[in-house]
């Protein structure tokens, strides 16, 4: 193990004896690691990327103050992000900065709800900007840095396995899984995309064997999985228009279309498809159809129309500085009060969050920073970067579809950071 490598682990290793701290100790010793966490993020050094990853994946006050700090981080280095084209980007997010700002000094000195809770409001605004952090330390990232990166990513989920006094999830299986899935299939159908140097199938088939299936094969990361592979088997193939659909900004249309349709045929869904989805099991095609109906009409699309009716009906345009609640009515008749998780869907959410006209502004700066990676396929050869950016982008339009999780503090910084990395690899080969 070279020197680069110690460095790696002995910070892979003291985040990992400090999860404790960020997951059962209070505010005060969350402070005392934020000093050492946010010189280890402004050193831009990909050594202490690995690291980082695991800091923030608890989503608490350490990983609030992290999206923050990356806004400043990007500022400063604003000269680099125009060289590699995403200045713009960071424009048109400062542009409502001064709006959040406010809401964050109400916040603290008006509502007197604290720094943790005003920064909570705005993590979904905060969370665009690791994409900048991973754009500015894309050109220092080497192979070993990338292995310790996906052993991280492997490796964390582990702890939603463990017997813990309470659950814990870690959202970074939902990048594990489809990672796995496309690293250990693609291999299969061309020598392009066979992985060379490190036996990422062998560490594939464990993560999937030993960790995705106990913990539960989820809807999103499979669905998140068979769009990274359409894409590269697109891609492969030389399937110019297809491999163009899923990864131009049309594909913003796609998904529009996909929610009316789903909203629109809630009715269509009849109750004898109700099913107990607890001990629900996917024997065939037929059972896989029915728990798919499940998911659109009876697990989203309910909450996709009540929080459309919300927006429309209380005319939501604005950002309030709060998160209001919202009812829907499953198809089975039942009316749900008060509604406090998320819609479920990003464009949606944000629009929730902010009100439409920065819902709708923010979810097209979304779209158009997920698929810049389309920029990758043209300019590198690296079967790894080519996957990783593929998985990418299929958890990138999964996730926009039927949850939010990627741009909530819990794993936006890994996610957009890595958007971000792959992306500044691509551009800065191209210049």
Request: glycine share 6%; hydrophobic share 55%; proline share 4%.
């Amino acid at each position: 193990m070279n020197e680069k490598q110690q460095h790696i682990f002995l910070h892979i290793i003291i985040a990992l004896m400090c999860l404790p701290i960020h997951y059962y100790m209070g505010e005060i010793f969350k402070l005392a690691l934020l000093p050492y966490i946010i010189y280890m993020l402004y050193s831009k050094n990909p050594n202490y990327l690995p690291a980082l990853i695991i800091h923030t994946t608890p989503g608490n006050t350490v990983s609030l103050v992290v999206l923050f700090a990356t806004i400043w981080l990007a500022m400063a280095n604003f000269k680099k992000l125009k060289q590699t084209g995403v200045a713009p980007l960071l424009v048109c997010l400062l542009i409502v900065f001064p709006v959040f700002l406010y809401f964050l000094y109400e916040g603290i000195f008006i509502k007197n709800i604290g720094l943790s809770f005003s920064l909570q409001y705005l993590g979904f605004y905060l969370s665009f900007f690791p994409f900048f952090y991973g754009v500015l330390i894309a050109d220092k990232i080497t192979k070993a840095h990338w292995v310790s990166i996906v052993l991280v990513i492997f490796l964390m989920p582990i702890i939603m396995l463990l017997p813990l006094p309470e659950r814990i999830v870690i959202r970074l299986f939902w990048l594990a899984l489809p990672l796995s899935i496309c690293l250990f299939v693609v291999s299969f159908f061309s020598n392009k995309l066979k992985v060379r140097g490190v036996d990422f199938k062998f560490w594939s088939i464990l993560f999937i064997l030993f960790i995705g299936i106990p913990y539960g094969l989820k809807f999103t990361p499979i669905f998140s999985a068979l769009i990274a592979i359409l894409i590269l088997i697109f891609y492969v193939k030389g399937y110019k228009s297809l491999f163009n659909l899923l990864t131009r900004f049309r594909v913003g249309i796609v998904v529009l279309i996909l929610i009316v349709l789903a909203i629109n045929n809630i009715g269509g869904y009849s109750t004898y498809q109700q099913i107990d989805i607890a001990n629900f099991e996917i024997v065939d095609f037929e059972s896989f159809m029915t728990y798919l109906n499940f998911k659109t009409f009876d697990d989203r699309a309910v909450l996709w129309k009540g929080a459309w009716d919300f927006l429309i009906n209380k005319s939501f345009y604005w950002p309030t500085g709060e998160v209001p609640s919202y009812s829907f009515q499953t198809s089975s008749g039942r009316d749900i009060e008060d509604i406090e998780f998320g819609v479920h869907n990003l464009g949606l959410e944000l629009m929730r969050n902010y009100g439409i006209v920065f819902g709708v502004y923010l979810i097209s700066i979304y779209l158009i920073i997920i698929t810049k990676l389309n920029i990758v396929f043209s300019s590198t050869k690296n079967p790894f970067i080519l996957i990783l950016t593929a998985t990418l982008m299929g958890l990138g339009i999964a996730e926009a579809i039927v949850g939010q999780a990627v741009l909530m503090p819990i794993f936006s910084f890994t996610f957009l950071g890595l958007v971000g990395s792959c992306y500044g690899i691509a551009k800065l080969k191209s210049l």
